[in-house]
């Protein structure tokens, strides 16, 4: 598994749950469900302030935590009856795609620091830009969301990979910038590829201090013990990844030591980078972007055609994994490819958590 799928499987090892989110420990309340008439998946969105969209279960599960279910802990293989309050959108979706299409959503409301409340449409998209109907369908998704809610700003937020070894794992990028490169036939048609897309609007940092005192501690999750087990997935997995062990696979990014204090990364008009595939970072290679993901610029895109802002939240659930052994000898690509999607099938649902927690922080902080 990695960024370009929806589903995880569940392995052996002890992982600790998400904890109750302590909101009075910050002198804030949490988010409040919004109740709203819901007369079938081809009826309009109700109308909101701001909308969010998520992706991945992973996503969805830390996002229900925190904005819905925030008074009771959540294990990452926990029961999905939350699920059921959310409702299915898919109005003028292509009648041969698939019947989840677009996504689903809740409405809640969020009190931002001058008291007023925010109405806030969270959905969970099931449209990807890699995926069919690939990017016709996810322009259509956000087309159809802004036509109806007509929200003000939309955030896309989820998992994303690192751009450079100082980016550790569990920190979080807020960007109003996307560039986007397209490989996939089903994509390149479109007459913005390899261009590069800034929003004029970026949130109001006031309440990110805060937020980050709520993140979850990666060093927490991906402990050595955590690590040495991952290790031994992946020598099942790639026989050839057998003369690499802890040291050589262990870099800065995942090293416990390291990855204890997340932090937000302020990227103000600096691009995260969009692709319709799947690759990690070497090194510094790409320090112009802020975060690699899957989905973003297209959404930015249509939402600015709209006359809408949108903002970008991503979370490092997989950073830059080393290239190269202790000793000097090359990681095979394909070795490196599979320990970054174990790492990133652990931790995505707990960097997931921290993303969240940014994104309300960007919308209580305006």
Known sequence: MSRINTKTYKHEAYLPDLPIVDWKSIGQSAPKIIPFNYSGPDAPLPSADIVVITWTSAEWSALDHVFVNSGTTRGPYASTSWRDAWKLYSRNVPKSSAEDLWGYYLLVGITDKSGKEKTVLLFKSETHLSHPPYITGLTEMTKCIIEDAKPSQVFSIGTAG????????????LTNSGHIELKLPE????????QTFTSSFYP?????????????????????DELNYLIGKLHEEKKDSAPFGYKDLVNYPLEP????????????????LTTDYYFIAKGDDSAQYS?????????????????????????????????????GTP???????????LIYETAGFYTSFNGALTTWAAISGQ
């Open 257 to 272: 030591s390291n990855t204890d204090n997340p932090k937000v990364i302020e990227a103000k008009d600096v691009p995260l």
């Open 162 to 173: 690192g751009p450079t070894t100082k980016t550790v794992l569990g920190d979080v990028a």
């Open 331 to 341: 990681i095979p690509d394909d070795v490196r490819e599979e320990w970054s999607s």
């Open 187 to 194: 994509n390149t048609g479109v007459d913005y590829n390899n």
């Open 204 to 224: 109001y940092l006031d309440m990110i201090p805060s937020a980050e005192k709520l993140f979850m501690p990666l060093s927490s999750v991906m402990t050595e």
């Open 291 to 327: 975060a690699l993901e899957m989905d973003d610029t297209v959404i930015g895109h249509q939402a600015g055609l709209m006359g809408v802002d949108y903002c970008y939240v991503r979370n490092i659930s997989d950073p830059v994994v080393a290239d190269k052994a202790q000793d």
